[in-house]
């Protein structure tokens, strides 16, 4: 029987709990500050820990939300060194440059402050800044040497969960693909999830990033390596943004739908170093990376073929999605509620809508095979022509 997908009462005397078959090592930060204003916690955190120059990683974009907590940080007397600023899907072709005017500067922590591109770049800036190793060997599950310095996350937006995965991605422009690195070492040691930090993100950040976070939830619930623990916190996360998804991208001000989707974002990152996505990422990978896709919208726009061509493989997993996110209670209302939330959220829902040509989904589709790790933990095997169909169904 499939990992994650046994049914109660089926153990035979003296084995396991089925839910303890196999070991599930769960990471998350040593520190955790949820709720508004928790972003103004962290200077206490840095002199807590004799920290006094930070490095702060962002977004042109982030200024006048980050401005109470510069102000924050100089009221305790934590120097700031500002990186230079992150743009949305960084590449790694940028990354190496960006490092060097880095390592030429005094910090002795670093801290993302934005959306997920910020933070995956001011994850591997911990790692690397002070490291030998090169972006390259530092690549695939467990490679990275070590980290020295000491990180903190403060995410900007609802989506990535990156405050809370061991995960950090780049695009690779010569493959044309985005790669990853993925190590506990990437795990921040403190993550202020603050909502207030969100009010003024646009709509169409919010709606993508949102996506991304309800993916997320959905991929590790509906997966082959799920687990009763991260089940747990992934319904919660596809209630939480199931019903506020929308509230938040209608009215960035809305500080409930502020809070359940900064709070459901988290909860999608607890969920991605212990049992990570499957289809729907590796699916997505080649719209961003060959066609400059942004991630969420790309996630957003294939999940409901994914959920489709899934369902015979496990439709009571579908079912439970179905119920979190109000939808009802059978497996195929999953599929038609994400649907209906993308095209509300106002991201375009058919591969023509972003330029696409048709005569590139074969060459897609064979991209999209490559992304093994994501792939072997899909509910249902996929094949080329598998992929295709799916480009296809969204076209």
């Known amino acids: 029987m499939k990992p994650g997908f046994q049914q109660a009462g089926t153990e035979s005397a003296g084995s396991p709990h089925p839910a303890l078959a196999r070991t599930l090592v769960l990471r998350q930060p040593e520190v955790v500050a949820l709720g508004e204003g928790s972003a103004l916690e962290c200077p206490a955190y840095l002199r807590s820990r004799s920290l006094r120059r930070l490095l702060l990683v ?3 974009s982030a200024g006048a939300a980050l401005a109470p907590l510069r102000q924050a940080l100089a009221s305790e007397g934590i120097d700031v060194v500002d990186a230079p600023p992150v743009g949305p ?8 440059p960006w490092l060097e005017r880095v390592r030429g500067e005094d ?8 959306g997920g591109s910020v933070l995956d770049v001011a994850k591997l800036a911990a790692a690397l800044a002070r490291s030998p190793q090169p972006l390259q060997e530092a690549y695939g599950i467990g490679r990275l040497a070590g980290r020295a310095l000491p990180l903190l996350c403060l995410p900007t937006t609802a989506g990535t969960g990156a405050e809370a995965s ?7 422009r010569a493959c044309a693909m985005k790669r990853a690195v993925i190590s506990p070492h990437l795990v921040p040691d403190a993550a202020f999830v603050d909502p207030l930090l969100g009010r003024t993100v646009p709509p169409p950040v919010t709606a993508a990033s949102g996506l991304d976070a309800l993916t997320h939830c959905i991929e590790v619930y509906v997966n082959l390596q799920a687990h009763p623990l991260v089940d747990i916190v992934a319904l919660e996360g596809i209630r939480l943004i199931g019903r506020h998804l929308l509230r938040a991208v209608r009215d960035g001000h809305d500080r409930e739908a502020r809070s359940a989707m900064a709070l459901g974002s988290y909860y999608g990152g607890l969920g991605l170093g212990p049992v990570n996505t499957a289809a729907v990422h590796a699916l997505a990978y080649p719209l961003g990376g060959r066609f400059g896709v942004p991630h969420g919208a790309a996630n957003g726009l294939l999940l409901p073929h994914v959920l489709r061509f899934n369902l015979p493989a496990a439709p009571g997993r579908h079912a439970r999605v179905a119920e979190m996110l109000g939808a009802g209670h ?16 106002g991201i375009p829902r058919r591969l023509s809508d972003w330029g696409i040509p048709r005569a590139e989904l074969p060459a897609m589709a064979a991209s999209a095979l490559e992304v093994v790790r994501l792939l072997r933990n899909n509910v249902r095997p996929m094949t080329a022509a598998d992929a295709l169909q799916i480009y296809e169904d969204a076209y």
């Open 330 to 345: 059978t497996a195929e209302a999953a599929a038609d509620f994400v649907e209906v939330l993308v095209r509300d959220c």
């Open 107 to 114: 910090f002795d922590s670093v801290a993302g402050a934005g």
């Open 166 to 172: 061991p995960n950090a991605i780049l695009l690779d």
């Open 89 to 96: 899907e960084p590449a790694a072709e940028d990354f190496a």
């Open 58 to 60: 962002s977004s042109a």
